[in-house]
């Protein structure tokens, strides 16, 4: 039952979908939007303050992100992201290429289960 | 939740975590209630699941990690905050500021635009730049300073005692440039031309201090400024340079010779509003780039050294007397002053606790080889002017050697004492910044009492 440690490259190369497709489903802040991600990963994607301010700072400066100083009531007032059109577009773009390399991916490991996991190289290739 | 006890240690905690963060340059106040937001959703979370307020927060902060390396990531997102940019509509980073711009860019514009003005009215009294030149010249520093004083003042929110003694001390000046009869010939023109800036630029230095007159470290601060304000004034004056030159080249080009408008519009206002514009640079850019005079110091304090000790060797080696004009007499004051100068800006920028280095070393070889160069010069000029009599100019020359002689020897003297470990570099600050009424005091002096004392020769 081990823990699954996301490498930080996989975590960097997921983490603009990740937060697009977040915000996507409605408005959110920085905590919410940490916490959101925990709750996805089941805790298994490390992610820190340090990867998420300042990609959402880019995903802003890019325009795909709109940010506003909002108090929603009974709240405190809080930086709030907002995905734009734009963002939209790109989130699709970005659904496509992981579409892609997950299905490769899946591909790969089908082939691997039906040849058996100890052949993981087959011969002809390594020759 | 929490007790209100804990609550008040929490907001005192985040108070002084808010103080750390805003001391790293790559997080902007709008990034600190950023993060400050998510500290308290985490420590929320935790004050929910039964820690105490304290432990929530110790856990908390834990999460977020070093902020040494949150700064690093922001800095990757953010890399144009490394190079501090000068803001000129406000504080735009926080979300509370306003539109609006800050008062003290329109009181700025103001008072530049009064300097600006002020040197043409003398032409509405019919006194011309082209016909009447020597009443510019004598007059020029109290068409901007007063202003440059005005607006320093203002923001100081200086008592009406010191505004009462700035406008007579200004007064002062502009009976001092026109009550004397001087002929265009006269050598106290061009002595009041040049020391009535320096009486006037000390009337700005009180403004700048303020209340705080008697302070040596708010001195030195006017020491600060007036370099950065020299560095400012002329980074300008090269803009306005190439400005003009577009001018010029552009509507000769279509027939029109704007030449009368560049020299007595364009140069005389421009040079009157950069004099202020420079000193609300100066004020506003605290902080945001390293101040350059005390650069430029450490740079050319080395050549200076070198130059004069080989100008020493020289001397001695050819056993060549120095001929002294008395062009060569003024020549030696301005060494004085640019080695006065290198002292004061490394000064300015030194720690005054750290140990002497070998820096301090190097001031004292240039400030002593400079002394020798110039007792050489006194000797001979002593010699001329008991042979010849005394003009103004030969008085005002020497006058200014023999002050920055003092100066520099009991500088070097103190700058001896504190590489041997017997002295305090405190000590040298303090004379530095007690010496300034004396360079007021001369500057008075020469205006005021040389043209009627050498019967307006």
Redesign the interface.
Known sequence: MGLVKVTKDLVAASATPMVLGILAEGQSYGYAILRRINELSGGELEWTEGLLYPLLHRLERHGHVEASWQAVTGERRRKYYRITDQGLAELAEQRRQWDTVVDALKEIWLGLAANGPLRAIPLECAA | MTAPEGQEGLEAQLAQWRQYVQRRRELQP??A???E??L???VDELVAVGLSADEAFLVAVKR??SLD??S???A???SERLWKQLVLTGDTSS?AAGKRPPRDLLVMVGCAAGAAVSIKVPALFGISMQHDGEFYALNFSLFAMPWLAGFLAWRRRASAALIAVLVALFALGAVAANIYPLGDESQSVVLTTIHLPIALWLVVGLAYVADEWRSSRKRMDFIRFTGEWFVYFVLIALGGGVLTAFMFGTFEAIGIVPETFVSQWLIPCGAMAGVVVAGWLVEAKQGVVENIAPVLTRLFTPLFTAVLLAFLVAIIWTSNGINVEREALILFDLLLVVVLGLLLYSLSARDPLAPPGLFDRLQLAMVVSALAIDVLVLIEITGRIADYGTTPNKAAALGENVILLANLAWSAWLLLKFLRRRGQFAALERWQTNYLPVYAAWAWIVVFVFPPLFSYA
């Open positions: 709008a990034d209630d950023e993060l937001d998510h308290r959703g985490s977020m990690g390396e949150l690093r990531e922001f990757r997102e953010h979300p």
